[in-house]
């Protein structure tokens, strides 16, 4: 059975399966990239809370501590996929955490698992203060056994979202592996405005930056090759500077690791200190009609993916009672 995998800049992989299989067959939304929520619909830390945590079911057991703990654990990645992972994850949330609420998602969405035990997922959230720039940092993991069983997919994903105060670009970070002998890595900076229509953003924040020798960095490896994902929509919203390749291990074993460790980690290591450095700290003042196309351009991308994706597809590895409480609660964060 083929395996075809399909990205975009909110997470979306497609594996092409019999229909009488429980594993998705349309895109599937990762649980990482979900767009931004209005901080006006909480005031403090504990109102975020109250509201999230009503959405959990009261069986739940896990401390909100302890779905965090279950999230930095990366327990289905690789060794050099989780340092990576919890590295970048430390080095975003250590350097924003004077604009970062606690985590306030309920337990049973932190972490959940189908009962056949053949998807497991793990979400983190946590939003900017209201006078911050950052509106939201997502991570999160997902396992699934494939529908030959042969083999799991798995994915790990890191993503930042700003706020209106600023149009500077959002952060996306995200490794999909499907054998231990290849793994597709996704690495961008996605542009909040058009660089057609402003060539001083374009230069701003892909030319002068240089993110473009991070890509050529990689792509010098005899094992890298670009991947060219089958979503037109993918193409049209990430940068021109968009890391998307594939890892193919030619047989040997551990070297997509050894890459993952010598190459992936440290160029995604770079492009995450200029967006905090960049992009994340600071706002930046928006004319009235700018600004109505910051929140046009951001409110089609959010409801593309709730149209598309998340409802088709959670009851399809979670089933509708887990799958209708991670929705209940991501609907918050977009404000659908």
Request: proline share 9%; hydrophobic share 35%; charged share 20%.
């Amino acid at each position: 059975m083929a395996v075809r995998i399909t990205t975009t800049a909110t997470s979306f992989f497609t594996v092409t399966a019999p229909s009488s299989s429980p594993f998705p067959s349309k895109p599937l939304p990762l649980l990482t990239s979900f767009p931004s929520h209005p901080h006006s619909s909480y005031s403090s830390p504990a109102t975020k809370t109250t509201s999230l945590s009503a959405l959990s079911s009261p069986s739940s057991q896990m401390s909100d501590d302890g779905g965090r703990r279950k999230f930095m654990d990366f327990p289905f990645a690789a060794g050099p996929i989780r340092d990576a992972m919890v590295d970048l994850v430390s080095t975003v949330e250590n350097r924003l955490a004077s604009h970062l609420l606690p985590p306030a998602l309920p337990p049973d969405v932190q972490y959940c698992r189908n009962d056949p035990g053949t998807a497991h997922a793990s979400l983190h959230i946590r939003s900017g203060y209201n006078s911050s720039p950052v509106d939201f940092i997502l991570g999160s993991w997902l396992h699934c056994k494939l529908p030959t069983g042969n083999g799991s997919l798995n994915i790990t994903s890191l993503s930042a979202y700003l706020n209106t105060s600023t149009d500077a670009p959002n952060l996306l970070i995200e490794l999909i592996q499907s054998s231990p002998d290849s793994l597709i890595f996704i690495l961008d900076l996605p542009p909040r405005k058009d660089p057609v229509f402003h060539p001083d953003y374009l230069q701003e924040f892909y030319e002068e930056t240089k993110l473009d020798t991070q890509r050529q960095v990689l792509e010098k490896l005899p094992e890298v090759r670009p991947y060219f994902s089958s979503s037109l929509y993918l193409r049209s919203i990430l940068s021109p500077t968009a890391i998307i390749v594939r890892i193919d291990g030619g047989g040997r074993p551990g070297r997509v690791e050894e890459i993952v460790k010598e190459c992936v980690h440290p160029v995604a290591k770079e492009v995450v200190g200029i967006w905090l450095e960049k992009c994340a700290m600071e706002k930046r003042g928006l004319g009235e009609e700018e600004l109505a196309c910051l929140k046009k351009r951001d409110g089609l991308i959010k409801s593309k993916t709730i149209e598309i994706d998340l409802g088709s597809n959670f009851p399809r590895l979670f089933g509708p009672e887990v799958s209708e409480r991670l929705l209940g609660a991501v609907r918050m964060y977009y404000n659908v």
